[in-house]
T-cell receptor, first 118, second 110 residues
């Protein structure tokens, strides 16, 4: 069984400040981990993914995340927030599908709404 | 290359009515999924299809049925809509690059 916990349903930062969104996971198999972003009234866009190749993963829009197995964490960071980063962010975990031909079903956290103040 | 497309974008139903949400992907992915999104609950898996011809229940399958019509298309059917099914529905497909989501269908059941 897999699960994801996102700590903090709302995070507020000032423009130019560090963004830190927390994600902890539970998985009985080696996990694949993802961060998605959702802008209002839109679908989900993949920010970055961890697939065991490297523990520090860089994604789009200046975001990065570090996989820490000992802490079962995959926190999302960005050194300097922009107003355009305001959105809802979802952490997700999966394994492989039954045939091993792709990632399997995603289990999502509850989401963190990021607000950026000028 | 349109990615994942969903129709309709919006729908209002009365309790007891039925409807089918359509989803198609043009990325040649084997796996496809239906999720629902409700405030404060993230996205929850309704049904998924690991490959053409196979479907499996997810976390919240009650009140829904699915059909994997071919490799491209995966539809979700509500046989008798209930107010508890008011939600935003997302279709997704995946490969080893990740999961790709459609724009969503906003469904209201009165």
């Amino acid at each position: 069984a897999q699960s994801v916990t996102q700590l903090g349903s709302h995070v507020s930062v000032s423009e130019g400040a560090l963004v830190l969104l927390r994600c902890n996971y539970s998985s009985s198999v080696p996990p694949y981990l993802f961060w998605y972003v959702q802008y209002p009234n839109q679908g989900l866009q993949l920010l970055l993914k961890y697939t065991s190749a490297a523990t520090l993963v860089k994604g789009i829009n200046g975001f990065e995340a570090e996989f820490k197995k000992s802490e079962t964490s995959f926190h999302l960071t960005k050194p300097s927030a922009h107003m355009s980063d305001a959105a809802e962010y979802f952490c997700a975990v999966s394994g492989l599908n039954a045939g091993g031909t792709s990632y399997g079903k995603l289990t999502f956290g509850q989401g963190t709404i990021l607000t950026v103040h000028p | 290359n349109a990615g994942v497309t969903q129709t309709p974008k919006f729908q209002v139903l009365k309790t007891g009515q039925s409807m089918t949400l359509q989803c198609a992907q043009d990325m040649n992915h084997n796996s496809m999924y239906w999720y629902r999104q409700d405030p404060g609950m993230g996205l929850r898996l309704i049904y998924y299809s690991a490959s053409e011809g196979t479907t499996d229940k997810g976390e919240v399958p009650n009140g829904y049925n699915v059909s994997r019509l071919n490799k491209r298309e995966f539809s979700l059917r509500l046989e008798s809509a209930a107010p508890s099914q008011t939600s935003v529905y997302f279709c997704a497909s995946s490969d080893f690059q990740g999961g790709f989501f459609g724009p969503g269908t906003r469904l209201t059941v009165l």
